[in-house]
């Protein structure tokens, strides 16, 4: 089936630095979304992108749709403890006349003490 | 507007019994998604429903079934549990398909 490579896996980072996280396909996707996911939690949206080459912020985190329409990333500024978590790239494949949501594995974000 | 909400949160079964799981969609949403998330897993999709026809299937076996009413609300039912269906279900409902999904809290179920 379709596939999302997300990367990394996972991240250890210091509190306050940046983070960098990104999505690819061999697919051309109509639509990016950027999801959080807290323990025991659903996800919740983050960015969703529309159009290819978009760059859309929300407080510390910027995504992009990449030009080609084959990838995106999301980046957050200075981390906080509470962007602990699992973040999921998705896009919408356009399959015949239908759409259908493609998920990346995710990155899980820890932040060291 | 209330978001997704998904009934019950925590459920603990046996092998064998069989389960129904709930989920009300965003007011207006017509599609409703579930997916199968077990620990350390991203999300594995289930099926969508859209004005009350199933719409697309993942790849699970036929013990996992749902379907979606009037008033688009809808329900997943898993028969003869086996220990590996222990998950979170979570439902995503979006305005209609390939619309942006907005997730509920989940139902957590342990097979025992």
């Known amino acids: 089936g379709q596939q999302l490579n997300q990367s990394p896996q996972s991240m250890f980072i210091q509190e306050g630095e940046d983070v960098s996280m990104n999505c690819t396909s061999s697919?051309?996707?109509?639509?990016w979304l950027w999801y959080k996911q807290d323990p025991g939690e659903g996800p919740v949206l983050l960015i969703a992108?529309?159009?290819a080459g978009e760059l859309t912020s929300n407080g510390r985190l910027t995504a992009q749709f990449g030009i080609t329409r084959k990838d995106s990333f999301l980046n957050i500024s200075a981390s906080i403890p509470s962007d602990v978590g699992i973040y999921f790239c998705?896009?919408?494949?356009?399959?015949?006349?239908?759409?259908?949501?493609?998920w990346g594995a995710g990155t899980k974000l820890i932040i060291k003490p | 507007k209330a978001g997704v909400t998904q009934t019950p949160r925590y459920l603990i079964k046996t092998r064998g019994q069989q389960v129904t799981l709930s989920c009300s969609p965003i007011?207006?949403?017509?599609?409703v998604s579930w997916y199968q998330q077990t620990p350390g897993q991203g999300l594995q999709f289930l099926f969508e429903?859209?004005?009350?026809?199933?719409?697309n299937k993942g790849n699970f076996p036929g013990r996992f079934s749902g379907r979606q009413f009037s008033n688009s609300r809808s329900e997943m039912n898993v028969s003869t549990l086996e220990l590996g269906d222990s998950a979170l279900y979570l439902c995503?409902?979006?305005?209609?398909?390939?619309?942006?999904?907005?997730f509920g809290p989940g139902t957590r179920l342990l097979v025992l």
């Open positions: 697919s051309i996707f109509n639509t």
């Open positions: 992108l529309y159009k």
């Open positions: 995503a409902s979006s305005l209609t398909t390939g619309k942006t999904q907005y």
């Open positions: 007011s207006g949403h017509r599609s």
């Open positions: 429903y859209f004005s009350e026809t199933q719409r």
């Open positions: 998705a896009g919408h494949l356009q399959m015949d006349s239908n759409y259908q949501l493609i």
